[in-house]
């Protein structure tokens, strides 16, 4: 009787899968995606100062991350490590895609939110600025098992080609806020990318841990990825922080 039992909850759990990936993207939705956002998908590289707290001696080194561009005049989000205690990153520059053509451009970084673990950067251009960028879809909801592409970036040794990533929700969790994670792992240049649901439209940004405001810290729920849904940062794309003290004076000088 235990076998027959097993057996059948064996099967149902076949029957479940096989019906949830039914419901998919088809290779024509995936290159349109593609193309369609590709393009706002931009490196942002710069240089931290991080100190250790243990010994409070001082490391420089140099970075770079995905970045969002979010509108045409050039406001970028990436990812909220860049502003944390006991880190020090300025000197941005974001490299932007046009066709076959790559444009360098200075960035100035904006002051963090309290209420969203992403950083928000606006391209400086003497020149009107007229950027492909992401436009996010409002109140968006994703259900459990639901199948998402994420856009991200390859490693330099690919030459941080575009590239997409399907996965799936794999937990919904409705506390301190409703948190939808992510099957699996997110590597480095999926972070911060752009969150398509089997409609094309996009539904939020990836991300890992909660802001202070949330009920969370630094550490908190590390390490697995989460999708950041539109509604939770689109406030910040209408109506944009000011910028960080002293970041007139980002980049590097010498006296």
Not at 11 to 18: E, H, N
Not at 36 to 43: E, K, M, S
Not at 99 to 114: C, Q, V, W, Y
Request: aromatic letters at 8%.
């Amino acid at each position: 009787m235990w076998i027959k039992h097993h057996g059948f909850m064996l099967a149902a759990a076949i029957v479940l899968a096989g019906s949830a990936g039914a419901v998919g993207f088809s290779p024509a939705q995936l290159e349109t995606a593609y193309e369609n956002l590709a393009p706002a998908l931009c490196i942002l590289l710069f240089t931290q100062e991080v100190t250790d707290p243990r010994t409070g001696e001082m490391q420089q080194q140099s970075g770079s991350a995905v970045a969002l561009v979010v509108s045409p005049e050039g406001l970028i989000i990436s990812n909220g490590h860049l502003q944390r205690e006991n880190v020090h990153s300025y000197n941005f520059r974001v490299l932007v895609r046009k066709g076959e053509d790559e444009s360098e451009f200075g960035a100035t970084l904006l002051e963090k939110p309290r209420d969203i673990n992403l950083s928000f950067l606006r391209i400086r251009s003497e020149a009107p600025l007229n950027l492909p960028f992401v436009r996010f879809t409002r109140n968006s909801r994703l259900s459990l098992g639901e199948e998402v592409a994420v856009l991200g970036m390859m490693g330099e040794t690919m030459d941080f080609h575009r590239s997409l990533h399907v996965t799936r929700v794999s937990a919904v969790i409705e506390h301190p806020r409703t948190t939808y994670c992510l099957e699996g792992a997110l590597r480095l240049g999926y972070v911060t990318g752009p969150v398509i649901n089997t409609r094309g439209e996009v539904v939020g940004v990836t991300g890992f841990e909660l802001s202070p405001a949330e009920g969370g810290d630094l550490y908190t729920r590390s390490g697995h990825p989460m999708v950041f849904q539109t509604d939770l940062f689109i406030h910040h794309v209408d109506s944009p922080p000011g910028e960080t003290e002293g970041s007139a004076s980002a980049e590097e000088a010498w006296l």
